[in-house]
């Protein structure tokens, strides 16, 4: 099955810095990648996908980048602000029999200091 | 809509008890998730259905551990035999036949004491 590796596992930055965290997968059949933000005591919300047919994509302060080759994907953020404060997740789908089910990352947590 | 909503927020029961829990998706979406998350961990998946049927299950999903999605709108999560080892956050998510994007409930996080 697919094994879906993130890092780093905390990340403190200051607040306007940039932030990037990086995603590596192991199944050369997932074609696509979603990226989530959980707050403390609430779900996963998707902020931003990419598709492999996509080698990067921006949205905003975010943005994702692909490489297939390598098997890794990477999410920036720039301008961080106090409110970014939260756990990242990377996910990673294919699409056998058209279930996308996610493999999930064990997540960032990410400190914005003001 | 408001998004996946899930029943109760929080659940404390006894080691041994039963429990259920309630996961209503986004209206329209055909795909519901059923992950389960400990503290400091990603979501690990537990099981899928495509409209009222249930396509995959993960080795995660003991004998103890049932869901159902009778009418392929509503699907429940039935743990028997509660053990300690089954604390931890419960979360339903949907998805659409048409677009791959999985959204997430709130989550049902149970204790078990």
């Known amino acids: 099955g697919e094994n879906v590796e993130q890092h780093p596992s905390t990340l403190s930055v200051q607040e306007g810095d940039s932030a990037v965290i990086k995603c590596t997968y192991s199944?050369?059949?997932?074609?696509?990648f979603p990226w989530y933000k959980q707050e403390l005591g609430k779900g996963p919300q998707l902020i931003i996908d990419?598709?492999?047919?996509?080698g990067e994509k921006k949205d905003q302060r975010i943005a994702v980048t692909l490489n297939k080759t390598a098997k890794h994907f990477s999410l920036h953020i720039t301008e961080t602000q106090p409110e970014d404060s939260a756990v990242y997740f990377c996910?990673?789908?294919?699409?056998?029999?058209?279930?996308?089910?996610?493999?999930f990352g064990r997540g960032t947590s990410l400190i914005v200091h003001p | 809509d408001t998004g996946v909503s899930q029943d109760p927020r929080h659940k404390i029961t006894k080691r041994g008890q039963n429990v259920t829990f309630r996961c209503d998706p986004i209206?329209?979406?055909?795909?519901l998730y059923w992950y389960r998350q400990t503290l400091g961990q990603g979501p690990e998946f537990l099981t899928y259905f495509q409209n009222e049927a249930q396509l995959e299950k993960s080795r995660l999903l003991s004998d103890r551990f049932s869901a159902e999605r009778p009418k392929g709108s509503f699907s429940t999560l039935e743990i028997q035999r509660t053990e300690q080892g089954d604390s931890a956050m419960y979360l339903c998510?949907?998805?659409?036949?048409?677009?791959?994007?999985?959204?997430f409930g709130q989550g049902t996080r149970l204790t078990v004491v």
């Open positions: 199944d050369s059949a997932s074609n696509y």
């Open positions: 998510a949907s998805s659409s036949k048409a677009t791959t994007e999985a959204f």
């Open positions: 209206s329209e979406h055909n795909r």
């Open positions: 990419i598709r492999s047919n996509v």
């Open positions: 996910a990673a789908s294919s699409q056998p029999g058209g279930s996308y089910i996610p493999t």
